[in-house]
């Protein structure tokens, strides 16, 4: 079983059900346990528009491949409507693949970590609430980070 880290993200429609009901099928995925949820954070839209963001990171265990498990995700994403107009187009539902194990994937479809993860407080506040002492392969100690991404608005929902 790998331990992998799930990036969610709603800014459309009722946003905070949304990402609760995202965690809830996350569980439900076959090859997947143990599913954890951070709080829920919101923020700003980075590179978009639209309202802010409800986020929350996921960590959970799989016996899927990387890529059967990006692909479970997009089924989730699909079922809650998810279209990609245009890039970082507001969602309905967004589920990245952020970490999965220690490995460092780059294909076509998949690029793990997920490239932008370390420039996003709205990643690494969640990321480093589930799991303090999480590196970030490539990057190092992703509590380090934090400093670069403190000027960006974000957080915690009730």
Sequence with gaps: M???Y????ANLGNARDT????IVRLSKIAGCQDVVA???????P?????????????QLRTSLTAQALLEALQDIEHVFGRERPYRNAPRT????????GEEQINTSTLTVPHPRMTERAFVL???VQLAPEISIPGNGAASELLPQ?????IFKLL
């Design 38 to 44: 951070s709080s829920l954070f919101s923020s700003a």
């Design 19 to 22: 990402v609760h009901e995202a």
């Design 93 to 100: 539902l967004d589920l990245d693949v952020l970490l999965y």
């Design 125 to 127: 506040l969640p990321l």
């Design 149 to 153: 991404v403190e000027n960006q608005i």
């Design 46 to 58: 980075i590179d978009s528009s639209g309202d802010d963001y409800v986020n929350a990171v996921a």
């Design 2 to 4: 790998i331990q992998a």
């Design 6 to 9: 799930i990036g969610i993200g």
